[in-house]
């Protein structure tokens, strides 16, 4: 089975090693590491979303319209655009980008967030929400005639949408949610379900339970694993910068006043991720907690820590678990995502394609 690279396109150029300068939308950048991300042979690139940041589908747009081939994940949060309006908004987006276009549907973990848009439904709540907007999603790329939806939450008549996704039968959907709430969901809508870095076990737990949700339907999905590698000439030179990643960002965090420890994130995902943590910095081969365990895990904040061949070779671990898709991205996001594309996703390919060649892929 291939394997797909998911890179990332900021607004502009931040992480938790680098912090935000000048405007929140840097137009250049944008520009530079999506077509860096062309280059260096990446499949897509996540566009993200955020309550406070620019408008991600317009960010997509506008990187489709400076290359050629890369395709983009659009991350889209459900509850906020009508779901007919959204469907119709992302398959003209596939059209002029010539079938680039795939959605990552988040739904959101944290109430104080939400609320940031006048959101104030319970977790539980959104799910089941975002349940209703991808049946009505899914049928405004599909239906070739005029369709009723009554669900609780959305109440549409005649629905129909006149444009359909160059994608047949739609645009790829993905998925990120770790909740009791968000598996049922992933299960009935993913085609590719998204997974932060967690541990080989963890992962092997997260997708036999997604792959019993999806088979309640009938379906099987998809998963992507997202990291955060650190890649240097000796394993000993990439620790160094592991440890160098994890001394700036408490830097800076202590700057700005933020917590170091003690952290209590509402999501699951950050949950599952600071439970690593809590095992060690250094986990399975070479799974590296730093600096999830700092930023209490916000967001895609672990990584493999070594050579390029080091790191291909741990990706591929987690390929024999049923992982196809790998979102990666760096802490330096311009020079990192050139880095990638030059010495690691080229072996990593290889390797999956010698697998494949011999059949040795481990059942999952």
Do not use: C
Not at 19 to 46: C, K, S, Y
Not at 221 to 243: M, N, Y
């Amino acid at each position: 089975m291939s394997v797909e690279f998911i890179g990332y396109i900021g607004s502009h150029d931040a992480s938790e090693t680098r912090p935000p300068q000048g405007a929140p939308l840097d137009i250049a950048h944008v520009e530079a590491v999506a077509r860096a991300h062309e280059a260096g042979g990446f499949d897509r690139a996540l566009v993200a979303f955020h309550s406070t940041s620019p408008e991600s589908i317009l960010i997509a747009g506008h990187a489709a319209s400076v290359t050629r081939k890369l395709g983009f994940m659009i991350a889209h949060r459900p509850g906020f655009t009508a779901p007919t309006l959204a469907a119709r908004q992302l398959a003209t987006l596939d059209h002029f980008s010539g079938g680039r276009i795939a959605v990552h549907i988040i739904t959101g973990g944290s109430d104080a967030e939400l609320a940031k848009d006048g959101d104030h439904l319970t977790k539980d709540e959104r799910y089941a929400r975002t349940s209703e907007y991808l049946d009505i999603v899914r049928q405004e790329w599909t239906s070739e005639q005029p369709f009723d939806y009554e669900g609780k939450y959305y109440s549409v008549k005649g629905a129909f949408g006149a444009i359909k996704p160059v994608q047949k039968p739609h645009i790829p959907i993905y998925f990120g949610g770790s909740s009791d709430a968000a598996i049922p969901v992933a299960g009935k809508h993913a085609d590719i379900y998204a997974l932060w870095g967690e541990t080989q076990a963890q992962v092997r737990e997260h997708v036999a339970r997604v792959r019993a949700a999806a088979a309640k339907h009938g379906r099987q999905i998809r998963f992507s694993l997202s990291l955060r590698p650190v890649l240097a000439e000796t394993e000993e030179a990439a620790w160094k910068r592991a440890d160098e990643i994890v001394e700036t960002t408490k830097a800076l965090r202590q700057k700005a006043g933020l917590s170091l420890v003690d952290h209590a994130p509402p999501n699951a995902g950050s949950q599952r991720l600071l439970a690593a943590a809590a095992q060690g910095t250094r986990l399975d081969k070479r799974l590296w907690t730093g600096v999830a365990a700092v930023t209490g895990a916000a967001g895609n904040s672990t990584g493999l820590v070594g050579t390029p061949d080091q790191v291909a070779e741990a990706i591929l671990d987690y390929y024999d678990l049923g992982v196809t898709t790998f979102l990666i991205r760096g802490f330096d996001p311009l020079n990192d995502a050139i880095g990638y594309g030059r010495d690691l996703i080229p072996r990593v390919r290889e390797l999956v394609a010698a697998r494949d060649a011999t059949g040795l892929a481990k059942a999952s």
